[in-house]
């Protein structure tokens, strides 16, 4: 079995032709030809490799002289003989996939630094030979030809036109890779415990940034333009988020960011982690799934606003994302909260809304899924967006004037955001100095010294040992990930002040 992807790769670059002992892949040349093939439709897309000097066909991983296994890909066939064949084709997707990710990523960069409209000469080194779209779809291809776009502005043409095609691209690759990776639906050995080399793969490969970069859309009307990519972007994260053997370090994780790509790296090595952290796929679902959940509902209460085929479309992916953060992640309703809440008495009690603040909050929410900075988290009822849950401190009220409790700039109707307060309390009551905790308090440098040493130990001993030992239930997932990231910087810390 294989470990990692170079593990992998070493042993494809071992594999040679029966009969003339010919290498089958020799450079990333290889692979580049291999995927444009598999995606224009001129060579299926199995491990069956045709010898450059011989001619002759054969699996690269094994003797076997036909496919045993099929399956049919928006009506291409998909088919391998043995494990090996099929790592092997998921190996060549990623490596293609990559390729024309990093090449479309150095394009934009170029244009952007250019800012002109000429077209970016293709690229160099492994990996970024460059892409041409327009020519692998205007063959017969797996999937057609990309959609057009109708006459209008030249540029936003343009723009519409290069995305529909990269869309087709992307949407192509999610599509083999959803029913190409292991799935717990089937039996066979691979599904049932694949090599690790296949998650070692999926994080090396920029797949899951894209993935990622899809779900952090705030644009539902655009996402149902694209409907067709989202539709294979979700059926591709069921597949790996419902595998126990993928779904924690692909789907569940965070994930580190890597400068090189998967082709880079089978090729040429190196490429470790650039130290950045990206957040997981799973917390980009369940934020689309905010947004998803928001517009159902008011789909509900509008009906006669949601007659026409792009509303019914809109809804069908809000349903898609609905059902599958259901499936992958479960429910966080209002029953999670209401039993910690302070203020559950009066939520209970309200029967109607005043006019306009459902709007408001559902445009306060969608601001702190973006805007939030790290270490601020919020948890609000799915069914009531007006219930959210924040940490109380021991006098259950915050000093901060712009809740009325302290003096300063005040509350502002109309202006002032709940992510302007969540940050004021991290900036302004979450310092260094918990002196500032205590207003209008007067102290010399001794008594201050003397006071922040009390204050530290008091904190060491409720605000981290405590809910590291027993964290309130609807706090648990939030605690236990900060305490398992931050653990050597907290122990620093401590030790400092204890000193």
Not at 31 to 51: A, E, H, M, N
Not at 139 to 155: E, I, L, T
Not at 271 to 286: F, H, K, M, N, V
Not at 439 to 455: A, H, L, N, Q, W
């Amino acid at each position: 079995t294989f470990t990692t992807y170079s593990d992998f790769a070493s042993y494809l670059a071992g594999r040679k032709c029966s009969t003339c002992s010919t290498s089958f892949i020799q450079s990333s040349t290889d692979v580049d030809v291999l995927f444009k093939g598999w995606l224009s439709g001129k060579t299926p897309i199995t491990p069956r490799i045709t010898c450059r000097k011989c001619t002759q066909i054969t699996c690269i991983a094994c003797p076997g002289s036909s496919t045993t296994t099929e399956k049919d890909v928006e009506g291409s066939k998909v088919g391998w003989c043995c494990s090996r064949g099929r790592l092997f084709v998921i190996w060549v997707l990623l490596c293609g996939f990559d390729a024309q990710y990093s090449a479309a990523k150095r394009a934009e960069s170029q244009s952007a630094r250019k800012n002109c409209g000429r077209r970016i000469a293709a690229g160099s080194g492994v990996g970024y030979d460059g892409f041409d779209l327009e020519s692998l779809f205007q063959g017969s291809g797996m999937f057609g030809r990309a959609n057009g776009v109708k006459k209008g502005d030249a540029g936003r043409d343009r723009a519409e036109s290069a995305e529909a095609k990269s869309d087709e691209f992307y949407r192509m690759v999610f599509s083999l890779l959803g029913v190409l990776l292991p799935s717990p639906d089937d039996g066979t050995a691979f599904d049932v415990s694949p090599p690790e080399a296949v998650v070692d793969m999926l994080l090396h490969s920029r797949v899951l940034g894209k993935a990622a970069e899809l779900l952090r859309n705030d644009s539902l009307d655009n996402a149902t333009k694209r409907k067709g990519l989202y539709s294979a972007l979700l059926a591709f994260l069921r597949t790996i988020g419902a595998h126990g053997g993928v779904a924690g370090r692909a789907m569940f994780a965070e994930r580190s960011v890597r400068e090189e790509n998967l082709l880079t790296l089978s090729f040429s090595g190196g490429g470790g982690s650039s130290g950045e952290r990206a957040s997981s796929l799973a917390d980009g679902l369940r934020k689309l799934n905010i947004q998803s959940n928001m517009m159902l509902k008011g789909a509900q209460n509008n009906k006669h606003e949601f007659q026409n085929q792009h509303a019914a479309d809109m809804l069908w992916l809000c349903r898609q994302i609905s059902d599958l953060s259901g499936y992958l992640l479960g429910g966080e309703g209002l029953k999670d909260i209401l039993p910690t809440y302070y203020y559950a008495r009066e939520a209970r009690g309200l029967r109607q809304s005043p006019f306009g603040r459902i709007p408001r909050l559902i445009t306060e929410i969608t601001s702190l899924m973006t805007g939030l900075s790290a270490g601020i988290f919020v948890k609000h009822g799915s069914d009531r967006l007006d219930i959210m849950k924040y940490s109380s401190n021991p006098y259950n009220i915050v000093c901060l004037s712009l809740l009325g409790t302290f003096s300063g700039e005040p509350w502002h109707p109309g202006q002032s955001t709940i992510l302007q307060v969540l940050v004021s309390i991290q900036a302004m009551i979450l310092c260094a100095d918990p002196l500032n905790n205590e207003p209008g308090i007067g102290m010399d440098r001794s008594s201050i010294e003397s006071y922040t040493k009390m204050v530290r130990g008091l904190t060491t001993k409720y605000a981290v040992l405590a809910w590291a030992k027993s964290p309130p239930t609807l706090w648990a997932d939030v605690v236990n990930s900060h305490f398992r990231k931050k653990a050597d910087r907290i122990l620093q810390t401590v030790d400092q002040w204890a000193q």
